[in-house]
């Protein structure tokens, strides 16, 4: 059998990105980024959205639908023209499993009967004309501004009837069924078209928008145009063997690869691996009989990673917290030390591939950065993790050197809804325009 050490060693070096690797990854990119461009074959689908940088003088009252993750969130929300957001109400509902694997009609005849009680709650009549701009986390092709088909579900959804179909007619379908018609949907926008929207209401430098949460994705302006990336399927990357297996036991075999080595929905997945990896060739827990926990898929939370990663407490007892939820009722403190090094290569590594993604998407507008860019950000990895955008930003230090300082990387919370009530009032007026 290898000497624990030199697992260890083995498996950290897997999990290394160095700057060369960083450097091919970018190169990669802008190929598949072209090629996808081009409708080439490429694993980037680089889909055109209809949409450009808000003006910031866009006005009036919208509502934003917001679905993508677990939580499916409606605002009601004030634009006030010179970048500013008045009046803001927003509610959270719990998507259940049967909402995302059940059937299709299930999904949206629950945000409808949820818009249904957020109207209710907040006195909305059901005269006046509301635009909705509806955020649709998901690849979709669109087809215009306020319309477009899923091409694939990710991030474990998988409600059936909705691949192919058209996501606005079918929402607005279940509104119908509600008795709802002043609210029409006049923007379909994904969650980083709205980050990068919510943005560019108030900094038009803004031209890139990023997510770093469940998902990962980004989006940037070509020809005036925002093209939505939907970078978590990039596949040029070197994988190791957990990446591997994950991929092998996930619903979607052989796609969203880099999603699978990034985002907070598998993190905590990928160090669970190496972890069960190392309990079964007993270099980890011997003491603590090997747990039924341990062996169960996901069990170790994304969120977990961030609390052993902050623990800073001389016996890193809120890890030892966290095992014992785990199952694992022993662990001495070297071995601790060891989980908190696992998952800090992990998340290292996932910090690092998505530096090297924005510093692509970056120089494929302006290669030698001659200007500034801002970046907008948002997810809950990006967010909770205590190093996650350290290590982003000291990766695109090690990039460009001096010039990292034109990028500038601006958290922008709840981008996804507010951004899309801003390209609701982009449609709105380009309509009223249309009218005059
Ligand atoms: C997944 C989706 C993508 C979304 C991202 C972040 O990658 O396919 O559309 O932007 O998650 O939520």
Redesign the pocket.
């Given at each position: 059998m290898m000497g624990s050490d030199k697992m260890l060693q083995r498996i950290e070096k897997s999990f290394a990105l160095s700057l060369n690797d960083m450097r091919k990854i970018i190169k990669d990119f802008h190929a598949e980024m072209r090629n996808g461009l081009l409708r080439q074959k490429s694993s980037l689908k680089m889909i055109p959205t209809y949409v450009n940088i808000p003006a910031g003088n866009e006005k009036g009252r919208f509502i934003a639908l917001d679905l993508?993750?677990t939580n499916f969130r409606i605002l009601k929300l004030e634009l006030m023209g010179k970048g500013k957001i008045g009046d803001l109400k927003a509610r959270k509902f719990v998507l259940d499993k049967k909402h995302i694997t059940g059937k299709g009609k299930n999904l949206f005849d629950f945000v409808a009967r949820c818009i249904k009680v957020f109207m209710k709650k907040e006195k909305m009549s059901y005269d006046e004309k509301m635009p909705i701009g509806f955020t649709f986390?998901?690849?979709v092709e669109q087809t215009g501004i306020a319309s477009g088909h899923l091409l694939r579900w990710?991030?474990g959804f998988s409600a059936r009837g909705v691949i192919g179909m058209d996501v606005v007619k079918l929402l607005e379908k279940a509104l119908d069924g509600e008795g709802i018609s002043n609210i029409k949907v006049s923007a379909l926008v994904?969650?980083?078209v709205g980050t990068i929207a919510a943005r560019g209401y108030e900094n038009r430098n803004c031209d890139v928008g990023v997510?770093i949460?469940?998902?990962?994705?980004g989006c940037y302006v070509e020809n005036q145009m925002i093209i939505n990336i939907?970078w978590?399927n990039f596949n040029k990357l070197k994988r190791t063997s957990y990446d591997m297996q994950l991929d092998k036991e996930s619903d979607n075999r052989g796609s969203?690869i880099l999603?699978k080595m990034v985002s907070g929905m598998y993190l905590g997945e990928i160090s669970r691996l190496i972890l069960e990896d190392l309990v079964r060739k007993k270099t980890l827990f011997r003491k603590s009989p090997p747990s039924i926990i341990f062996a169960k898929k996901y069990s170790l939370k994304t969120e977990y990673m961030s609390i052993i990663e902050s623990d800073s407490s001389p016996n890193l007892s809120r890890t030892n917290m966290l095992l014992r939820r785990l199952g694992i009722s022993k662990s001495s403190l070297e071995e601790r030390k060891l989980v908190k090094k696992i998952c800090g290569m992990v998340s290292r590594r996932a910090s690092r591939i998505s530096a090297a993604a924005i510093a692509a998407v970056v120089t494929k507008m302006d290669s030698n950065l001659y200007r500034k860019h801002i970046v907008a950000i948002d997810g809950s990895l990006y967010e909770k993790h205590p190093h996650f955008s350290k290590n982003i930003k000291s990766a695109l230090r090690e990039i460009f050197g001096r010039k990292t300082n034109r990028i500038d990387m601006m958290l922008t919370k709840d981008g996804s809804g507010k951004g899309a009530a801003v390209i609701a009032a982009i449609t709105a007026k380009v309509e009223e325009d249309a009218a005059e």
């Open positions: 993508g993750g986390s998901f690849p990710t991030k994904n969650d980083t997510i949460g469940t998902g990962t994705n939907e978590g969203q999603e």
